[in-house]
Nanobody, 125 residues
Framework: QVQLVESGGGLVQAGGSLTLSCAASGRTFSNKITGWFRQASGAEREFVAAISWSGGRTYYHDSVKGRFTISRDNGKNTVYLQMNSLKPEDTAVYYC??????????????????WGQGTQVIVSS
């Protein structure tokens, strides 16, 4: 089992920045692809970004490209999501997830095996 705990959410004005953290414990985390997803009220969970186990490959949803950056520190068992130029439409609960697959950066939440409890991000206009 891998336990994931997100932190760093909060209330921010449009144009502001937040950095989310996802701390892992349990089974080996450093060899797992990790993704960030978000779910707005009444909406489906959607892909935000993913990063390979080494950090050498990343992939982003078009809506966050150029504004969000995913990174990881395997020595600290932590994955980060730096969010800049936030917009009201970024408001959602943000989840990190780990995938036991070690090759494909999947954008489907169904492919991820471990999930955190989520952290709320609210962007005011």
């Amino acid at each position: 089992q891998v336990q994931l705990v997100e932190s760093g959410g909060g209330l921010v004005q449009a144009g502001g920045s937040l950095t989310l953290s996802c701390a892992a414990s349990g089974r080996t985390f450093s060899n797992k692809i990790t993704g960030w997803f978000r779910q707005a009220s009444g909406a489906e969970r959607e892909f935000v970004a993913a990063i390979s186990w080494s950090g050498g490959r990343t992939y982003y949803h078009d809506s966050v490209k150029g504004r969000f950056t995913i990174s990881r520190d395997n020595g600290k068992n932590t994955v980060y999501l730096q969010m800049n130029s936030l917009k009201p439409e970024d408001t959602a609960v943000y989840y990190c997830a780990a995938d036991t697959n070690t090759v494909i950066l999947s954008t489907s939440w169904r492919d991820y095996d471990y999930w955190g409890q989520g952290t709320q991000v609210i962007v005011s206009s």
